[in-house]
Every structure is written in C-alpha cells, then in structure tokens.
C-alpha cells in the first residue's frame, strides 16, 4: 500500500510555456502533499506544503506566481511551472501525507523537467 | 539537517564492509527523523524511521542512531553490498502542524567489489 504515482517522469519544454505536474496518491487519501525541487548532486528542497481544499504554503524564496500548485482532491495535488526558463530545469518530487497512522510520507518517482 | 546546496560527499566502501553515514540537524525541536536511499533518476526510498525518544533503532541490515545532545544522527549498514550503491539523506520532521520533512545534503556511497 501507499502509493504515490508522478507524472510526466520527464518532460521537455520550451521557454516561455507552462509545465503542469501531477501527484496521485493511489490507494490512501492524502491530506498533506508535499513538493520539493532537486538539481543534480544536491539534496531535496521543500518547495511548498499543500493541503487538500486550501491554498498552498510556500518555503521562503519559492515564487508562488511562478509555481502553481492545487490541491483539488485529497488523492491529487498538481504543480504547474509557469512561464519556464532554463534555470527552472531540475527533478521535481512530491511526497504525500495519509491521515492513517501507518501512512508516513510517500514519495512520487519524481519528474525531471528539461527546459531549453 | 545539514546545509543544502552543498555537492554531495562521497563514502567509498568495500562489498561486505559495514558502512556508517552521518548526519547532522539543526533543529532541537524536530521529533522525528528518516533515512533515504535514492537512487539515480527516481525518488527517496524509505529505509528506516526512528522517533526523537529513542536512541537507536534496527531494521534489516540497517541501525539508526540518534544523539539528540550534539544532534547527530547515523545510519549503519551491515555487509554492504552492490545494490546499497546510491544517495542517502537524512530528513527530519521539524514538529510543525504540517509535518514538514526538510532533508540534509546527503551522502553518495559507491559500494566497490
């Protein structure tokens, strides 16, 4: 059990567009999704804490504008990369939260986003 | 945990070798504390939690320490082996309401025969 599903696991855009990336929790409703941001050889970087119906918390110097995160249902959240730049290429990882004790966090298998 | 941004340094160590990976954190008020393995191109695979009132904790080939005094935690692997070649953090959970897990800068094992 506890399933975290991520899509796309890759994808290239160009710049200027918007990118939208999804977090499913599969078989556990998640109360509290999580979004981190990863360059190569670095660690894992909370973007933002969302939570199922309300608007998203954002780390210090993440721009909320420019990352777009919803949280619609308690099974999905998605982030979407407005207006991408190159310097917003890097492995973007959710995590996600169930409300049952024997659910910790989950993570997605990441999407890596490639922006030229 | 440690600060991130920094490249990841790097513990080589021999098949069947025990390895022992470090990892300080900052904050005294995080209550709990998890070991990741990742692996190149996918997510953090959980390997072993342990809860603030607790010194130490074992699992399947692996022992978790924590020293809440100087704020050091580690994690032992036991008769290392090729498939424990990866990246390993540590992540703490600050005890905020929203269960934050904020991750340390990690540590590259390469795993030689």
């Known amino acids: 059990g506890a399933v975290v599903s991520q899509h796309p696991s890759w994808v290239i855009c160009k710049s200027g567009t918007s990118v939208k990336i999804e977090c499913r929790s599969l078989d556990f409703q998640a109360t509290t999704m999580f979004w981190y941001r990863q360059f190569p050889k670095q660690s894992l970087m909370l973007m933002a804490t969302?939570?199922?119906?309300?608007?998203?918390?954002?780390e210090q110097g993440v721009e909320k504008d420019k990352f777009l995160i919803n949280h619609a249902s308690l099974t999905l959240s998605t982030l979407t990369v407005t207006s991408a730049h190159p310097e917003d290429s890097s492995f973007y990882i959710c995590?996600?939260?169930?409300?049952?004790?024997?659910?910790?966090?989950?993570f997605g298998s990441g999407t890596r986003l490639t922006v030229v | 945990g440690e600060s991130v941004g920094l490249h990841l340094p790097t513990l080589s160590v021999q098949e069947g070798d025990n390895s022992i990976i470090n990892c300080a954190y900052s904050n005294s008020a995080s209550d709990y504390f998890i070991w990741y393995k990742q692996e190149s191109g996918k997510g953090p695979q959980f390997i072993i939690d342990i809860r603030s009132n607790m010194d130490k904790r074992q699992g399947q080939r692996v022992t978790v320490l924590l020293n809440k005094t100087v704020k050091h935690l580690s994690l032992q692997i036991a008769a290392t082996q090729p498939g424990d070649s990866a990246v390993y953090f540590c992540a703490e959970n600050e005890g905020d309401s929203w269960g934050k897990l904020q991750f340390g800068a990690g540590t590259q094992v390469v795993v030689t025969p």
């Open positions: 995590s996600a939260r169930g409300g049952a004790a024997n659910y910790g966090y989950t």
């Open positions: 969302s939570n199922e119906g309300s608007k998203a918390t954002y």
